[in-house]
């Protein structure tokens, strides 16, 4: 499951940021997941938790947002949801050709809530490079 690989680098991240500003605990972390993203935001915020143990993430709250995949015709000016599995013809002239996705492939931290203060120890180990 790479949702566990995608938790790891989020609270990897959010870390660091959280240690180059001299932060306490983050508490909170919003994400953006696009509905084309290939995550699947329950298993995500499963795998997040277990990533926050013996981290400045420990208890924090992941609250993901869910982008609607949307698309644009370039021959007309529609704008439709094209679902999932994607439907990439035009539901206004028919034309599947130089059709734009505008959204639904997100996968990003938007927010840290954080506490005031230094940041607690980091107790879990790094995980050891592969060579």
Same mark, same amino acid.
Do not use: K, N, Y
């Given at each position: 499951?790479?949702?566990?690989?995608?938790?790891?680098?989020?609270?990897?991240?959010v870390?660091?940021?959280?240690?180059?500003?001299?932060? @306490?605990? !983050?508490? /909170?972390?919003?994400?953006?997941?696009?509905?084309?993203?290939?995550?699947?935001?329950?298993?995500?915020?499963?795998?997040?938790?277990?990533?926050c143990?013996?981290? !400045?993430?420990?208890?924090?709250?992941?609250?993901?947002?869910?982008?609607?995949?949307?698309? /644009?015709?370039?021959?007309?000016?529609? !704008?439709?949801?094209? @679902?999932?599995?994607?439907?990439?013809?035009?539901?206004?002239?028919? @034309?599947?050709?130089?059709?734009?996705?505008?959204? @639904?492939?997100?996968l /990003?931290?938007?927010?840290?809530?954080?506490?005031?203060?230094?940041?607690?120890?980091?107790?879990?180990?790094?995980?050891?490079?592969? /060579?």
């Amino acid at each position: 499951m790479h949702e566990m690989s995608i938790a790891l680098a989020v609270v990897d991240q959010v870390e660091e940021a959280a240690g180059a500003a001299g932060t @306490g605990a !983050v508490t /909170r972390v919003r994400m953006q997941v696009g509905e084309l993203a290939g995550v699947v935001p329950d298993a995500l915020a499963f795998c997040f938790e277990l990533a926050c143990a013996g981290t !400045v993430l420990d208890g924090a709250e992941l609250v993901i947002e869910s982008v609607t995949a949307r698309a /644009r015709c370039a021959s007309c000016p529609d !704008v439709w949801a094209v @679902g999932v599995p994607p439907d990439l013809c035009c539901p206004g002239c028919g @034309g599947a050709t130089g059709v734009e996705l505008l959204s @639904g492939r997100e996968l /990003r931290i938007v927010s840290a809530d954080r506490e005031d203060g230094p940041a607690p120890a980091r107790t879990r180990e790094p995980i050891p490079e592969e /060579r």
